[in-house]
C-alpha cells in the first residue's frame, strides 16, 4: 500500500495534467534530498531553466511581490498577486 507521500505526489501530478499541458514538480524532503517529476524530460528541464531565470530576475529588480488573498469566496482558493509598481 503506497504511503501518504506517494498518495501526496499522485494527488498532485493528477491535478496537474488536468489542467496543464506539461508540468514539473520538485520537493526537498526534511533530510534535505530532493525529488523532482514531470511528464516530459526535455519540457521538465525548460520549465525548471524559466522558473531559476524568473527567480533570478525577481532578486535581481528588488521589488517585493505583495499578494491580496480574496476572502469573499472561502471555497475558492485564488491568490491575486500584483507588484507595487501597479498601484
Known amino acids: 500500500m503506497p504511503d501518504a507521500t506517494e ?8 491535478v496537474l ?17 530532493v525529488w523532482h ?15 531559476l531565470h524568473l527567480i533570478n530576475d525577481e532578486r535581481r529588480s528588488g521589488d517585493e511581490l505583495e499578494i491580496d488573498w480574496d476572502e469573499e ?9 500584483s507588484d507595487e509598481d501597479d498601484e
Do not use: C, P
Not at 498518495?7 to 493528477?14: D, L, M, Q, R, S
Not at 495534467?17 to 534530498?33: P, W
Not at 517529476?37 to 522558473?51: I, Q, R, S, T, W
Open 73 to 81: 469566496d472561502d471555497d475558492d482558493e485564488q491568490w491575486v498577486f
Open 7 to 14: 498518495i501526496a505526489f499522485e494527488n498532485a501530478k493528477t
Open 37 to 51: 517529476e514531470g511528464d516530459n524530460h526535455l519540457v521538465e528541464k525548460a520549465l525548471y531553466h524559466e522558473a
Open 17 to 33: 495534467s488536468e489542467h496543464f499541458q506539461h508540468y514539473a514538480i520538485v520537493v526537498q524532503y526534511d533530510d534535505g534530498s
